[in-house]
């Protein structure tokens, strides 16, 4: 990769402080503090894709303990657009959540909608989900939205190759992953955000350190590793972490991109990995499947029925404070509305109180003997 002298950002609102290492791991607990608060790590982040966590209040979610919320530019390109955020004030204000937040680039929609886009050099033609129109998505374009939406932290825009694909499509697709970093750098113009990069290369390990090493070069506030979770194995996604996190900056945060099971979670954290982020706890929950003490129940089966204990009797969400799993039970089987919010608020809970124990562990150096069951690789994960 060619790399060019571009400066460090300097951005005083933003820092990154580790607090504790764990003796036997890569694992670290830190504080990450932004204009609108801090994220204690390791931390999992609930998805809010059209700036809503799906079926859940913003006075619900923050009594998951929840932090930091991710929105997705590309959507909130489409509807309702940047500039009527920007008029209410930024997604903040919008979406009423004043806590930190982060905006994804658009960049996975390159993957996702692989069938209704088209990747040249000067960026990604797309037609809409929405309305079938064409839209050209640019990493300057990209940068623009994000600087409008006014999230904390935003992310490069960037190539997301498949999986399987062949090592000339993934490296081409990492290296044009760098060029447009460039080019994103150079459009950012909010000093009250911070730009993140993103670490490309698939499944193969020397790609995946060489854009690591380049991506470090740039002195970045935060580096994310991205091109996981996109039908690869959990191995496969444990073994691009543990090849890419020791050429990362120890003195900046590091973030996961779309992964949230407590398995490919905690290896993750053991390799020094801060931050995660992941639909399923409340795309699961619009299916009737609640996370409890690391398993996955369906609420629909008939052992539930006449339960009238809580759904984890250790949580203090509000669903376990005050249902039953008969009751939720009973709302999955009917189709209620409720069930998913209720369903939605245990499970956000669930997977942001596992980070916290972790975090709790590093702390007293405990996460080996704490979290054993997790570093090993299990035959069936939620």
């Known amino acids: 990769m ?37 994220v204690e790590t390791p931390r ?14 913003p006075d619900q979610l923050r009594s998951t303990h929840a932090q930091m919320v991710l929105a997705n530019t590309y959507h909130l390109h489409l509807q309702p657009g940047e500039s009527i955020i920007a008029q209410c004030g930024g997604l903040h204000q919008f979406m009423g959540w004043q ?9 996975f929609q390159v993957f996702s909608l692989s069938d209704m886009r088209k990747i040249t050099e000067d960026g990604v033609t797309f037609r809409s989900h929405r ?47 760098y060029r447009w970093l460039e080019r994103c750098m150079n459009t950012h113009a909010n000093s009250n955000q911070v730009l993140f990069g993103i670490v490309q290369g698939g499944v193969y390990a020397d790609l995946r350190q060489e854009a690591a090493k380049a991506l470090t070069l740039l002195d970045l506030p935060g580096y994310a590793i991205g091109g996981v979770s996109v039908g690869e194995s959990p191995e496969l996604i444990h073994e691009a ?23 490919e979670m905690a290896r993750s954290i053991a390799e020094g990995i801060d931050l995660f982020d992941c639909v399923i706890p409340t795309r699961l929950a619009r299916h009737g499947t609640a996370f409890v003490q690391g398993e996955r129940w369906n609420l629909k089966n008939a052992c539930f029925q006449s ?14 404070q005050n249902f039953s799993r008969a009751y939720v039970s009973h709302l999955v089987r009917s189709r209620e509305i409720l069930a998913y919010t209720l369903l939605s608020i245990h499970n956000i809970t669930e997977l942001i109180q596992f980070t916290q124990r972790i975090r709790h562990a590093i702390l007293a150096d405990r996460f080996v003997e704490e979290f054993a069951r997790w570093l090993s690789y299990q035959p069936i994960l939620p």
């Open 131 to 177: 309305d079938g129109r064409l839209i050209h998505l640019t990493p300057e374009r990209s940068i623009q939205i994000q600087n409008a939406l006014g999230a904390d932290v935003i992310m490069a825009f960037d190539e997301c190759p498949p999986y399987p694909a062949s090592r000339e499509v993934v490296a081409e697709a990492t290296y044009r992953t």
């Open 2 to 38: 060619s790399l060019q002298s571009l400066s460090p950002q300097n951005q005083p609102n933003f820092s990154f402080h580790c607090q504790a290492c764990c003796s036997r791991t890569g694992a670290r607990a830190g504080v990450f503090t932004t204009p609108h608060g801090v």
């Open 307 to 320: 339960d009238l204990r809580p759904l984890d009797s250790s949580c203090n969400c509000y669903t376990c």
């Open 241 to 263: 972490v543990k090849v890419t996190t020791p050429y990362l900056p120890v003195h900046k945060p590091r973030y996961l991109m779309g992964v949230g099971t407590y398995g």
């Open 99 to 107: 806590g930190p937040m982060l905006t994804d680039s658009g960049g």
């Open 44 to 57: 999992f982040m609930p998805v809010g894709t059209l700036a809503t966590v799906k079926g859940v209040t």
